[in-house]
């Protein structure tokens, strides 16, 4: 999801802070025979900038905490650890490094041009929610890897749902845990999710709840330590 999320948002990031360029800076537009200062509908188009940053943003931050409120539910649980430090310091700079990135966009925007304010402090806001979210994370060690009767359930700066219906296989490959389902569907979490004196308890709660006859597990996941 973040990756998605990320890729959309430097998409529209592009237009938006081209846009505010030509505002700001009241860059003549020959084909338009105006300038940026005389573009019309200038605070709707922000406005539509600023909503657009803002669905895609609010999308990503629900489903965060919402797959946080649900792995520390641990009683709902029949496995559920913290996941491994080795995991939580990448999480830690991935998340300062987008709220740092959000926070200069926003900067940029009321630089270029005061008139996209509302498009700054939507970043502002995204900026703002990334700190706030690895602070909990760290304190409250909210980020952690469930097994329940029906999914496996991973939660760290990104949420993960990997359920045992339709699984076939399950591999250790390249630091990562895979989930192979039919129709050639495959998923995956990191294998610093799980702290490495948690692996045997983690694959033998695995083992038990899925269907062993209906699901392979590898020689790698079976020596996963």
Known sequence: MNKSINIFLILFLIPAIAFSIVVGFDISIEFLRTTGKYIPYQQTIFASFAGLFFLMGIRRSSKRWSG???VNQISKYQWNEPIDKQRVS???????????????VSITFLILTPKSIWVSCVFFALGFDHLIFCIL???KKLWRV????????????????????GLRKVSVHQQSVFFDYIKELQLSFPVQC????????????????????????????????
Do not use: C, P
Not at 146 to 160: M, P, Q, S
Not at 194 to 210: G, M, T, W
Not at 218 to 225: G, L
């Open 194 to 225: 799980i702290k490495s004196d948690n692996r045997q308890s983690f694959v033998a709660k695995l083992e038990e709840k899925v269907d062993r006859d209906k699901v392979f597990f590898s020689e790698s996941i079976k020596d996963f330590k």
């Open 146 to 165: 469930g097994i329940t009767n029906k999914a496996l359930v991973v939660v760290d700066r990104d949420f993960k749902v990997l359920y045992f219906s």
């Open 90 to 104: 990448q999480v830690n700079l991935y998340l300062l490094i987008e709220s740092i990135t959000h926070l200069m």
């Open 68 to 70: 946080v409120r649900m």
């Open 137 to 139: 994370g760290n304190v």
